[in-house]
C-alpha cells in the first residue's frame, strides 16, 4: 500500500523558492525604506527646535545620527535594487544599454555601508580612479560584487587583527572594458583557500560567521551581469583580486 506523503516532505522547485522569497521580501523591505526615507525631515524637526547652544552642544550626536541614517538608506535602497534586479541586464546585453554611473561614488557607499559593520576594526580604503571616471553599468551589481570582497576582507583578511587597509583601483581597457583591482593588507590566502575560493560553501571559518557563499556570489555577478572575469592574484602579502569587465 502506498504511504501518504507527509506534507513537510514537498518542497518547490529552487526558481519558485527564490521568487516566493523575493515577493515576501519585498514588502518589509519597501516598508523600511519607506520609513528610512522620513527620518532626515525628521531630524531636521528636531534641530530647528533646539536654541544655538544646545545645537553646538549636541553637534557631533546629530551629525552620527546623520551618517547613520544615511547609511541605513543606502543599504536599503540596495536591498531594493537587488530584489528587483534578478532577471535584468543579463551578460548579453549591450553595456551601453545600462546607465552611466560614477564607479567611485558607487564603490564609497558600499564600501561605507561594509565598515561601519565591524566598528570595532580601523580599517582605512583608498580609492584610486581617474578623476571623473564613469562607466555604463549597474551600480547594484558593482556594488554586490565590491562589498562581498571588502566583507572577506573583515571578516578574514583582519582577522585577529585590529586595523587594516584596502586599495581599489580602476583603468579604462580598450573595447569599453574596465580593469578593477582590488587589494587588501591582510593574512592572505593559503594554497586550498587560493584553490577553493570560489567553491560554494568552502570557508575557513564554517560555524565563526562564514558562509562560503561570497566569493561565488562574485564569481557568478561577474560573469552573468557584467559579462566579464575575476582573477585570484598571489602577492607577497595580503590579497589581490581583479575584475575585468564591459563597460
Known amino acids: 500500500m502506498n504511504q501518504p506523503v ?37 531630524i531636521d524637526t528636531i534641530v530647528a527646535e533646539l536654541d544655538q547652544a544646545a545645537q553646538q552642544r549636541l553637534a557631533e550626536l546629530l551629525d552620527e545620527w546623520k551618517e547613520t541614517v544615511a547609511l ?39 564600501v ?8 570595532d576594526l580601523q580599517v582605512s580604503c583608498h580609492m584610486h580612479f581617474a578623476q571623473g571616471l564613469q562607466i555604463h553599468g549597474d551600480s547594484g551589481v558593482w556594488q554586490q560584487v565590491v562589498g562581498n570582497l571588502v566583507a572577506n576582507s573583515l571578516l578574514h583578511g583582519f582577522d585577529g587583527r585590529g586595523q587594516g587597509t584596502i586599495q581599489i583601483a580602476a583603468t579604462l581597457l580598450p573595447g569599453k572594458r574596465i580593469l578593477l583591482h582590488y587589494y587588501d593588507d591582510g593574512l592572505g590566502l593559503n594554497e586550498e583557500c587560493h584553490a577553493r575560493l570560489f567553491e560554494d560553501g568552502f570557508s575557513t571559518r564554517m560555524g565563526r560567521g562564514g558562509s562560503g557563499l561570497g566569493m561565488g556570489i562574485v564569481q557568478d555577478l561577474v560573469q552573468r551581469k557584467l559579462g566579464g ?11 589581490h583580486i581583479s575584475i575585468e569587465a564591459r563597460c
Open 6 to 42: 507527509a506534507v513537510n516532505e514537498i518542497s518547490p522547485p529552487p526558481d519558485l523558492a527564490l521568487r516566493r522569497l523575493v515577493h515576501e521580501l519585498n514588502t518589509p523591505v519597501g516598508v523600511s525604506a519607506m520609513a528610512a526615507s522620513m527620518l532626515p525631515a525628521q
Open 72 to 110: 541605513v538608506q543606502s543599504s536599503l535602497q540596495l536591498c531594493v535594487h537587488i530584489l528587483g534586479n534578478s532577471a535584468r541586464h543579463s551578460a548579453s546585453s549591450p553595456a551601453d544599454t545600462l546607465p552611466l554611473i560614477s564607479l567611485a561614488d558607487t564603490l564609497h557607499n558600499i
Open 112 to 119: 561605507s555601508i561594509q565598515l561601519a559593520r565591524r566598528p
Open 229 to 239: 572575469r575575476v582573477e585570484v592574484h598571489r602577492p607577497a602579502k595580503g590579497v
